[in-house]
């Protein structure tokens, strides 16, 4: 029994390790994403991103000599989600500041647990509804986002979270999903056929967010870059939620705030203020306390 709780306590802190990584990289692809967004659609961005990730994924395999599993009909539910998320995040990075784009996203927590509740059937603790909601009130702090100043743009992320919300969800719900490399190597040509199909239909009606513009050869290495740190952020989120429940993980998508002001600051000139710092304090103060009430719950 004692050896059971320890298993499960080493697979949900391995859950959370992998989570922790994946936020802290992820702001790292989206501030790519926002400066190739100035000369290439974000459509096309996201096929390029997945594109990469699906030849990626398949020389990893190669290298690690872990075969690809078969194609599985889930997998095509989720390649729609995340794709949908993507797009919609990178045209939200199109017109808001990187901070702004993020701190919107940071509903998806919020659905996720109720998602997780409604349709898994998980169990939530009042612990985790506080972790969730303190946060969010750290990650407004740090933004203060106002409709008014960015209109309809400001839609863009909560759209995208809500479809990455789905996909989170679709892979809990999911009985077999295969490995890590094998799902994200599927899920990635689903994206990827679906959006071709989405570029098509952009660029027979000539609309610009969803065309294929001329790729500048100076910019192939940054694409490379994006390529490369989707993949390894998306291994790392799958692999969380093989190993920890979604509703865990929730609150340990607001660290990424950190990474994206860090890089505000650095790349777009977003000076961080007092009401940042706070923001940050109370963001990691949440994510401590969900470890420590998760370390709780597994010794118990």
């Not at 994200?184 to 952009?202: D, H, K, P, R």
């Not at 790392?236 to 865990?248: E, N, P």
Request: hydrophobic residues 60%; positive net charge.
């Amino acid at each position: 029994m004692k050896t059971d709780i320890l298993q499960q306590s080493k697979s949900v802190n391995k859950g959370m390790l992998f989570m922790l990584l994946a936020v802290l990289l992820l702001p790292f692809t989206d501030a790519i994403a926002k400066y190739l967004s100035t000369s290439l659609s974000p459509t096309q961005i996201a096929w390029i991103r997945f594109f990469m990730q699906v030849v990626f994924i398949f020389l990893i395999s190669l290298f690690v000599k872990q075969k690809i599993q078969k194609f599985r009909f889930s997998y095509i539910f989720l390649g729609l989600f995340v794709s949908l998320t993507i797009i919609l995040l990178f045209w939200g990075l199109r017109y808001l500041p990187l901070a702004n784009n993020i701190a919107l996203f940071f509903i998806e927590p919020m659905v996720l647990t109720i998602l997780s509740v409604i349709f898994l059937k998980e169990k939530i603790f009042y612990n985790h509804i506080i972790a969730v909601l303190i946060g969010l009130v750290g990650t407004f702090i740090i933004i203060r986002p106002n409709f008014s100043l960015y209109g309809i743009a400001s839609f863009l992320p909560i759209a995208s979270a809500i479809c990455y919300a789905l996909y989170l969800m679709s892979i809990r719900m999911a009985s077999n999903l295969g490995n890590s490399i094998s799902l994200q190597f599927w899920v990635g040509v689903v994206a990827t056929i679906f959006l071709s199909i989405v570029i098509l239909f952009g660029e027979s009606f000539n609309i610009e967010v969803f065309s294929f513009h001329k790729i500048d050869s100076s910019i192939w290495w940054i694409l490379l870059i994006l390529g490369i740190g989707t993949t390894i952020v998306q291994l790392l989120v799958s692999s969380a939620f093989f190993h920890a429940k979604a509703s865990t993980l929730a609150s340990f998508q607001y660290l990424e705030i950190i990474s994206a002001t860090i890089l505000g600051w650095l790349m777009f000139n977003e000076i961080p203020d007092k009401f940042t710092i706070l923001g940050a304090l109370i963001v990691i103060f949440a994510g401590i306390y969900l470890v420590r009430h998760e370390r709780r719950v597994n010794k118990g």
